[in-house]
T-cell receptor
Framework: GAVVSQHPSRVICKSGTSVKIECRSLDFQATTMFWYRQFPKKSLMLMATSNEGSKATYEQGVEKDKFLINHASLTLSTLTVTSAHPEDSSFYIC?????????????FGPGTRLTVL | KQEVTQIPAALSVPEGENLVLNCSFTDSAIYNLQWFRQDPGKGLTSLLLIQSSQREQTSGRLNASLDKSSGRSTLYIAASQPGDSATYLCAVFSGGSNYKLTFGKGTLLTVNP
């Protein structure tokens, strides 16, 4: 149980285009979803916290107009990288917490590798 | 601001050896600490979660300890196997009302057959 999927697993796009990444909780309802990014040989860094039906809370230094997060249902959150540039190339991972349960346990997706040419 | 440090950054050992990975954190007001495994280009697999009130957790050949007051945790792997080769990440859940997971950079473990 508590499986989180991400789609796509890998995406290559041209500079200036927008890319949407989906995060789904497959067998549970997720009150809260988190988006992280990971650069090579660096820590996972939290980008934003997303609660179903409300606006995402962004970490300091993360541009909310560039990284659009939508959490329209209890099983789906999307991250859209708008006008992507090569410096946005990274590994993006989402996680989700069980609705109605303490938020200290996060279930992680398999990640999405974004390469911007 | 919570900061998590992992030492060593990389470790290479022969198969069968017991080993210890270290994690330290700057703010001891944590809810819990987790150890994850990450294979190249993959997501995270949770290995062990230690609540702030606990001292250790065990799962199979893995044992994780927590000393909250000193801001340290160790992950002990017994009888290492080549399949244990991966990056091991330590993360602490903290932050008061603005709680979040803060990750270390990880330790890249290579177990040689």
């Amino acid at each position: 149980g508590a499986v989180v999927s991400q789609h796509p697993s890998r995406v290559i796009c041209k500079s200036g285009t927008s890319v949407k990444i989906e995060c789904r909780s497959l067998d549970f309802q997720a009150t809260t979803m988190f988006w992280y990014r990971q650069f090579p040989k660096k820590s996972l860094m939290l980008m934003a916290t997303s609660n179903e039906g409300s606006k995402a809370t962004y970490e300091q230094g993360v541009e909310k107009d560039k990284f659009l997060i939508n959490h329209a249902s209890l099983t789906l959150s999307t991250l859209t990288v708008t006008s992507a540039h090569p410096e946005d190339s990274s590994f993006y991972i989402c996680s989700a917490t069980l609705a109605g349960v303490s938020t200290d346990t996060q279930y992680f997706g398999p990640g999405t590798r974004l390469t911007v040419l | 601001k919570q900061e998590v440090t992992q030492i060593p950054a990389a470790l290479s050992v022969p198969e069968g050896e017991n080993l210890v990975l270290n994690c330290s954190f700057t703010d001891s007001a944590i809810y819990n600490l987790q150890w994850f495994r990450q294979d190249p280009g993959k997501g995270l697999t949770s290995l062990l979660l230690i609540q702030s009130s606990q001292r250790e957790q065990t799962s199979g050949r893995l044992n994780a300890s927590l000393d909250k007051s000193s801001g340290r945790s160790t992950l002990y792997i017994a009888a290492s196997q080549p399949g244990d080769s991966a990056t091991y990440l330590c993360a602490v859940f903290s932050g008061g009302s603005n709680y979040k997971l803060t990750f270390g950079k990880g330790t890249l473990l290579t177990v040689n057959p």
